[in-house]
């Protein structure tokens, strides 16, 4: 196994993230997206959106898009369970994974997307959309603030699990522009003071 990974992106810092929960290494490398390495005939027959991550199996098949690779180094790394246990955790990780996924990490995404200068050729940009996008943000840690006010340590529960990196991920891209989260959302804070502290915030 390869993973094809890039020092900041973030969504290759989710997988990283993800094998050092397990303390797990694999071989690594580091792809340069200002050298073309992601726009090379071999980079883009694995990854036809000429994006990291990517993880290359032995057989010689690539597979590209982070949860998909979590997911699939879940087999090949059960312990610790990231992705839940049992048919209720299970469907419980999978529904706040894809909660911080499509209400969190997108929306702080957009933001990126929409107002870095590194993006201006790659998106058609609207500046309207990320200053929207801002408040929007504002929103979801807020309702996140309140969902977690129960006490629980992490966004799914009482363990750890993929739904907290993806949290992680929406933390990591957020720190890139500055986008901290609101210091009165007293139970997000807390998650998020527990999250960074964990080795694997260095990953
Ligand atoms: N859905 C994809 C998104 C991957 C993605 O957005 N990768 C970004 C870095 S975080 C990238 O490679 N950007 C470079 C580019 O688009 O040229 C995943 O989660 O794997």
């Known amino acids: 196994m390869k993973l094809h990974s890039h020092a900041v992106a973030p969504n290759a810092w989710r997988v990283r993230a993800f094998l050092a929960e397990k ?3 694999i071989d690594t490398v580091n792809v340069e997206f200002d050298k ?14 000429g994006q ?6 032995g057989d010689g098949t ?3 898009e982070s ?3 979590c997911r699939y180094l879940e087999s090949q ?45 790659r998106v058609h940009q609207v500046a309207e959309f990320a200053e929207a996008q801002k408040k929007t943000l504002i929103e979801r ?15 799914a529960g ?4 993929v739904a907290d990196i993806t949290g992680m991920t929406a933390l990591k891209i957020a720190d890139i522009m500055e986008l901290a989260v609101p210091g009165d959302l007293a139970h997000v804070k807390t998650w998020e003071a527990t999250v960074r502290a964990r080795p694997s915030w260095g990953a």
């Open 23 to 25: 303390g797990a290494e």
């Open 36 to 49: 073309g390495d992601t726009q090379t005939e071999h980079y883009l027959a694995m990854n036809s959106l």
């Open 52 to 57: 990291v991550p990517v993880l290359e199996l």
């Open 62 to 64: 690539a597979l590209p």
């Open 67 to 69: 949860i998909a690779i």
């Open 77 to 121: 790394f059960p312990d610790p369970a990231l992705f839940g246990t049992g048919a209720h955790g299970q469907a419980w990780v999978e529904m706040w994974n894809r909660r911080m996924e499509l209400l969190i990490m997108n929306t702080v995404g957009n933001i990126g997307l929409h107002a870095l200068p590194f993006f201006a050729d």
């Open 141 to 155: 840690w807020a309702w996140l603030d309140a969902e977690i006010s129960d006490g629980r340590p992490f966004v």
């Open 158 to 161: 009482a363990a750890f699990s």
